[in-house]
């Protein structure tokens, strides 16, 4: 049972102000190397502080639920736990600290009474403040209305489709020798954007085509007829507009998947193919007879769907690029593995991954410098050990639990819509992480704490308003059915004839 107070809350008192910093933040990240440079991410981390202060100045705990809360206070408070000195006496009992301890004797550094936990405890401070952008984030839209909701899903699909044009341009200069916008370190023969990484920028690009999928089913469904309506006169008065937003949808999706097959990540465009057959699945059944294509609407969406994602499969193995990285990654997962051993329960300490692995390096990766395990899930594991398992498993069970609260709401207006769509690309990308390190890009971080902050919203709230909605809708229908009285006293649609009064002096 939805009381008054949650079918009409009020608006947050900085609403208005997270909303504008989101978006400052959204245009802001993906300029500057997806916001991997100091200058920027010290710009994004300012403006997450800004939105964790506006969320948190009024009652923002009301909109999480308990799991949530745990979870936000849980990230915010191991960093610190790392960083709190522990006695020396207590740093020697713990799993794999026995070489640093030793490296300290042997730099004279042997009196000191307390250490933190964390191996490299400036690393993780650097850590805890790359957290403030997705907290800030995931707190800030949780807070914003509605209608700010659709525009954000609008910006982000409009920075996707930029970054895919951009990539496109990359990608055919480059194959004459010159490629025209080229990342500095970037990957000379795959579209990059302006991400240093092609399969960073795939991240980008896999997270947003669910959303762009779930706008341009909703278009298709909402040309539908409405109650007290004839089909053909219903398609007729609204068919334009609904064609024109399938049509920018359908061509925003379509550009977000040739952007992805020219990065030519193999796991990219993968998800792609995931990404399309699962948004067609859940969507297409919710169109029906309510669709502007009909009734057999459903089954050509399945159809299309499905036959684009099978076409995918040649191109992957057309255009998709395996490099040295890829080469060596089950070297860097066996020896990640070998120190999350080593380390375990505790881990070296957030953010320490870069630093520690060199004591694990085996001699097949050379002299080369390994900064990620190429899966965030090791790395984690590598970092924190058991508080990372315990972190994920909570996430992955609100995800889930809120996957059944959605499904039992009855109608599909904008909103589920949206929300589904977020669902799918923060699903996408947590199987992207098995193989890469998305999550520890500045504007991927951005996008993944938005999509997950919009999928686990209310979905009880945009139902009562939608209800509402169609009640003013039919009440307006009810108003054009019936008979009209002008001021002067003529029922609207009579003749002019029929309107005018005998003058009696004639």
Known sequence: MITRAEANPEP???????????????????????????????????LALGMILATLWSAPLARLTRAEIVVLVLLALLPVAYLAPVPISLIETLPGRATYLEGLRLSGLDGLDSLPVS???????????????????????????????????????????FQAMLGLVQFGTAQSGDMLFA?????????????????????????????????LFYSLRSGSTARGYPAGRRIASRLPLHVNQAALYGSVALLIVIGLIFTRSRTGILLAMVGIVSSTLLFARHLGSRSILGATGTLVALVLGVGIAVGLAPVMD??????????????????????????????????????AFAAFQPVELGRAFINRAHSDYLEWLFDVGVFAALITGLILLIYLNHWRRIYRQPQWHAERFIQVGAGIGVALMALHELLDYNLYIPANQLVFALLLGIFLRSPDIPLIRSERTEARRDRYQQSRASPKVTTAGAVEGTSIQERQIENPFR
């Open 183 to 215: 990342v500095p370190g970037g990957h000379a023969d795959s579209a990059t954007g302006t991400y240093p990484n092609h399969n960073h920028l795939a991240g980008l690009l896999e997270m947003a085509l669910p959303l762009a999928l779930a706008l």
């Open 12 to 46: 947050h008192p900085f609403h208005r102000g997270a909303f504008s910093l989101i978006v400052l933040a959204l245009l802001l990240a993906p300029l500057f190397r997806a916001g991997a440079t100091p200058m920027a991410s010290i710009a994004l981390q300012l």
């Open 119 to 161: 191996v490299y405890p400036s690393a993780t401070l650097a850590g805890g403040l790359a957290l403030l952008l997705p907290i800030g984030v995931f707190l800030a839209v949780r807070i914003v209305e509605h209608r700010h909701v659709l525009w954000l899903v609008q910006l982000v699909l409009a920075v996707c489709v």
């Open 318 to 355: 057309r255009f998709s690029m395996v490099g040295v990285v890829e080469d060596l990654r089950f070297d860097i997962f066996s020896a990640s593995l070998i120190g999350i051993g080593r380390m375990f329960p505790i881990g070296s300490g957030p953010a320490t991954y870069p630093d």
